[in-house]
C-alpha cells in the first residue's frame, strides 16, 4: 500500500499520547496502592496531560490532511455501528476530553474521595478520572488498530498482532516520554516510568519481530484462477488494460524497491527500540534525564519509520489485477 | 421470489477486447450524473484517470498452446458488498430497490476506506473532487423513461458490438440473465471471499463439431469419385440467361 504521511503522522502521535497519559494515569495508581511513598503534585499530572494533550491534538490535525474533503467530518461518526473508522472517530474526541479533564481535576487539586475500600485505600475524583481516561486510551488503540486489522484483503494487516503492536508501540512511546518529563521535572516516578517504558519497548519489540516473521510466511486465499475464473494452472496478465496510471497503481503500491524497505525494517528496529531500549537503561541507571529526552526522541521518529514499513507492506488483493501495465 | 438485484453478465467466450465499453462508459459517465471522470495529464507523461469498466487481457498456458482472454472488469455490486459497512459515512450504500451499490457523493469525505475493503479494486478515487467513484450500473439511464424501454440499459451493454455483456436481474430466474447463468455454468469472481458478486462471468468454451468420413464424401455420387462436372456447351441456357461459363 501507500503510505499517507498523514496516516503515519495520526497513528504515531495518538498512540504516544494515549501511552503517555497511561502512564500518569499508571503513576498515580503506584502511589494510590502504596508502591512509592511520596505522591507527585498536582502540577505534575496536569503539565503530563497537557504534552499528552499536544501530541492528540496535533495527531487530529495531521488526520485532516488525509480527507479530501474534511468540511464533512462530522458524518464519520454515524456509522459506528459497522466501522471502525467511525468507531475511532468518536474514541479520540473522549479521549482528548478525559485527558483535559484529568489534567483539569489535578491542576485544581479537585481530590474529593469517592469511595473508600476496606483496606484503608480510596479512590478519589482524580484517579477515577484517570481510570476512565485510560479506558478511553485502551479503547482507542483497538479502534485505530482494528482498522487496519479489519481489513481482510491486506493479509499483512489482518491479524490481531496489528492490535498488539499498535497497543504495545503506543505505550512504550507514551512510558519513554513519561521518564523524560518525570527526570526534567525531577519526580521520583522517573525510575518507575524509565523501568516500564524499557519492559514495554522489548515487549514491543519482541511482538514486531514475530510479526514481520509471521508476514512471511503468508498465504493468498485468492489466486489468479478465482481471480479471472479461468481453470488453468498457468495464467499471467498480458495487459491490465491502460498505458497510464490510475488509482489502483498509485494507492495500492509504494514504488520503493524491497531492498529499501529491508533496510528501513532494520532501521526501524534499531531506532524504535534497540537504541530507546539502551539509552532509557543508561538513564534509568545514571539518572540523566538528556538520556531519557533522546530516547523519546530516537523512538518517535524510528516509529514513524515503523509505520511506514507497516504501511508499505500491506499487499492488497487487487494488486493481482494490475501486474503489467502495456 | 429473491430481492431484485441487477448486475452485468459477461461473456468471456464473446469478448474480443475492443474496449468499447470502456470508452461508452467513460463518455457517458464523465458527462452525467457521475460525472466527471477527470484525468490528470491527459496528454503529458505519466498520465492518470478515473475509470468505471477496464478491459484486461490474460494469457493462459505456454506458447505456443496459449489462449488469449480478454476480461472486462468493473464494480460487481455485491450481494454482501464488504466496501459497504466499513464506510464510516455511510457514503457507500447498497440499494434496496435493485441491490445497485453505490456512493453518495455529497456525504463522502474521500477517506478511502471503502477501496481498501474491495478485492477486485473495482473503486477508483476522484482527486478533484476528493471523492470515491465506481460503476454506478448507469443507474441514471436505466430508469430514465424519455429513453426507448431496450435503450434503458448501462452504456457498456449497449456499446458492445459483440453482444458479450448482458444486463438484468440475476435473481429472476426468468430474465435473460439468469438464464444465460444458469445454461452456461455462469461464475462468480473470488467466491472464497464471501461477497457474492451480483455481477457473473460466462466461461470460454470449447466448440466442436464431429464430422463423420460420409458427411464429406457424397453418398449418392454415381461415380464413386470427386470431380468437375462436365463444361456445359457455350451457348447452353445458363440460370442467369447470361452464359454457362
Ligand atoms: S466489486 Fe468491490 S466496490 Fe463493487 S460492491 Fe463488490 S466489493 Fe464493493
Ligand atoms: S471514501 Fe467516501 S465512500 Fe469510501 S469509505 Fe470514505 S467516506 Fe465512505
Redesign the interface.
Same mark, same amino acid.
Given at each position: 500500500?501507500h503510505p499517507a504521511f498523514s496516516v503515519i503522522f495520526l497513528t504515531t502521535l495518538i498512540g504516544a499520547g494515549q501511552g503517555l497519559l497511561l502512564a500518569l494515569v499508571t503513576g498515580q495508581w503506584y502511589f494510590v496502592i502504596g508502591a512509592t511513598p511520596d505522591q507527585e503534585s498536582g502540577a505534575f499530572y496536569a503539565g503530563g496531560a497537557a504534552i499528552a494533550e499536544l501530541l492528540l491534538v496535533l495527531g487530529l490535525v495531521a488526520s485532516f490532511f488525509?480527507?479530501?474533503?474534511?468540511q464533512?467530518?462530522w458524518?464519520?461518526?454515524?456509522?459506528w455501528r459497522?466501522?471502525?473508522?467511525?468507531r475511532e472517530?468518536i474514541v479520540l474526541p473522549a479521549v482528548m476530553g478525559a485527558t483535559f479533564l484529568y489534567g483539569v481535576v489535578h491542576w485544581f487539586g479537585w481530590t474529593p474521595v469517592l469511595w473508600t475500600f476496606g483496606n484503608q485505600k480510596s479512590l478519589d475524583l482524580s484517579m477515577a478520572v484517570g481510570f476512565a481516561a485510560a479506558g478511553a486510551a485502551l479503547a482507542l488503540f483497538l479502534c485505530t488498530a482494528m /482498522?487496519y486489522a479489519?481489513?481482510?484483503?491486506?493479509r499483512e494487516w489482518a491479524s490481531s498482532w496489528t492490535v498488539v503492536n499498535y497497543t504495545l508501540m503506543g505505550l512504550a512511546s507514551g512510558f519513554t516520554i513519561a521518564a523524560a518529563y518525570a527526570s526534567l521535572a525531577g519526580s521520583s516516578l522517573t525510575e518507575f516510568f524509565a523501568g516500564d517504558a524499557l519492559a514495554l519497548t522489548l515487549a514491543a519489540m519482541a511482538a514486531r519481530i514475530f510479526q514481520l516473521w509471521r508476514n512471511t510466511r503468508l498465504k493468498c486465499?485468492?489466486s489468479?484462477k478465482?481471480? /479471472?475464473?479461468?481453470h488453468?494452472g498457468? /495464467?499471467?496478465? /498480458?495487459?491490465?488494460?491502460?498505458?497510464?496510471?490510475?488509482?489502483?497503481t498509485?494507492?495500492?503500491r509504494h514504488g520503493i524497491g524491497s531492498e529499501v524497505v529491508r533496510g528501513l525494517v532494520v532501521l526501524f528496529l534499531f531506532l524504535a527500540f534497540a537504541l530507546p531500549a539502551a539509552l532509557v537503561a543508561a538513564g534509568w541507571a545514571t539518572g540523566e534525564h538528556p538520556m531519557l529526552l533522546l530516547a523519546a526522541l530516537v523512538q518517535y521518529v524510528g516509529l514513524m519509520v515503523e509505520r511506514w514499513v507497516f504501511f508499505a507492506q500491506g499487499n492488497?488483493?487487487?494488486?493481482m489485477?494490475?501486474q503489467r501495465m502495456a | 421470489m429473491a430481492k431484485k438485484q441487477l448486475a452485468l453478465v459477461i461473456d468471456?467466450n464473446v469478448c474480443v477486447g475492443c474496449?468499447a465499453c470502456?470508452t461508452s462508459c467513460k463518455q457517458w459517465n464523465t458527462s452525467g450524473w457521475s460525472g466527471p471522470l477527470p484525468d490528470q495529464n491527459p496528454y503529458d507523461a505519466?498520465?492518470?484517470?478515473?475509470?468505471f469498466n477496464?478491459?484486461?487481457?490474460?494469457?493462459?498456458?505456454?506458447f505456443p498452446a496459449t489462449?488469449?482472454?480478454h476480461?472486462p472488469?468493473s464494480c460487481l455490486h455485491c450481494e454482501e458488498p464488504?466496501c459497504v $459497512?466499513?464506510? $464510516?459515512?455511510? @457514503?457507500s450504500y447498497k440499494r434496496e430497490e435493485d441491490g445497485i451499490v453505490l456512493v453518495d457523493y455529497d456525504?463522502?469525505?474521500?477517506?478511502?476506506?471503502c477501496?481498501?475493503?474491495?478485492?477486485?479494486?473495482a473503486?477508483?478515487?476522484d482527486?478533484i @473532487?476528493?471523492?470515491m467513484k465506481k460503476c454506478t450500473l448507469c443507474v441514471d439511464r436505466i430508469y430514465d423513461t424519455s429513453l426507448e424501454p431496450e435503450r434503458r440499459k448501462p452504456a457498456c451493454v449497449l456499446a458492445c458490438p459483440a453482444g458479450a455483456r448482458l444486463f438484468g436481474d440475476v435473481n429472476d430466474p426468468e430474465s435473460e440473465a439468469a438464464r444465460a447463468i444458469r445454461e452456461n455454468a455462469g461464475?462468480?469472481?473470488?467466491?472464497?471471499?464471501g461477497t457474492s458478486p451480483a455481477n457473473h462471468?460466462l466461461?470460454?468454451r470449447k466448440t466442436y463439431m464431429r464430422l463423420h468420413e460420409d458427411e464429406l464424401v457424397r453418398a449418392d455420387n454415381p461415380l464413386k469419385f470427386e470431380a468437375d462436372l462436365p463444361k456445359p456447351n457455350f451457348t447452353a441456357p445458363s440460370i442467369d440467361d447470361m452464359s454457362s461459363w
Open positions: 500500500m488525509h480527507l479530501a474533503n474534511p464533512r467530518a458524518r464519520t461518526a454515524t456509522r459497522t466501522s471502525w473508522l467511525s472517530v /482498522i479489519s481489513v481482510k484483503f491486506i486465499r485468492s489468479m478465482t481471480a /479471472i475464473g479461468v488453468h498457468q /495464467i499471467r496478465q /498480458i495487459s491490465q488494460g491502460f498505458l497510464g496510471g490510475s488509482y489502483n498509485t494507492e495500492y492488497h488483493v487487487q494488486n489485477y494490475y | 468471456l474496449h470502456v505519466d498520465p492518470n484517470g478515473v475509470f477496464r478491459v484486461q487481457t490474460f494469457e493462459c498456458g505456454t489462449e488469449t482472454v476480461f472488469k464488504p $459497512p466499513v464506510c $464510516p459515512t455511510g @457514503a456525504k463522502c469525505i474521500g477517506c478511502k476506506y477501496s481498501w475493503s474491495c478485492p477486485y479494486g473503486r477508483e478515487f482527486p @473532487a476528493g471523492v461464475y462468480q469472481l473470488m467466491p472464497e471471499w462471468y466461461p470460454r
